[in-house]
């Protein structure tokens, strides 16, 4: 059974930080790039980061890069997402996504909530 487990969200404040790890089960996680995305109200779902299989190559979106950065510990079947100096619109839910190289197999978490107010 394929389990993607996000946690690490909360209520921040501009300027502070988060750090969310999704715990990855039923599948052999070293072999998916591992992708954050995130879905604020209203808007469509966006690509944050992604990382490749090794965590040779990351990639960021636009808006996040510089404060963003994500990793992954293939022994422990996680991938986290280290979030510095949040603003208001960062918030959303941030989802974890694995999908294999040929595109074939694709995994989405639930969801953590992300909210970066005063």
């Known amino acids: 059974q394929v389990q993607l487990v996000e946690s690490g969200g909360g209520l921040v404040q501009p300027g502070e930080s988060l750090r969310l790890a999704c715990a990855a089960s039923?599948?052999?996680?070293?072999?998916?790039?591992m992708s954050w995305y995130r879905q604020a109200p209203g808007k469509e779902r966006e690509l944050v980061a992604s990382?490749?299989?090794?965590?040779?190559?990351?990639n960021y979106a636009d808006s996040v890069k510089g404060r963003f950065t994500i990793s992954r510990d293939n022994a422990k079947n996680t991938v986290y997402l280290q979030m510095n100096s949040l603003k208001p619109e960062d918030t959303a839910v941030y989802y974890c996504?694995?999908?294999?190289?040929?595109?074939?197999?694709?995994?989405w978490g639930q969801g953590t909530q992300v909210t970066v107010s005063s």
């Open positions: 039923g599948f052999t996680f070293s072999a998916y790039t």
């Open positions: 996504f694995a999908n294999n190289p040929w595109g074939t197999q694709r995994y």
């Open positions: 990382i490749t299989r090794s965590a040779g190559n990351a």
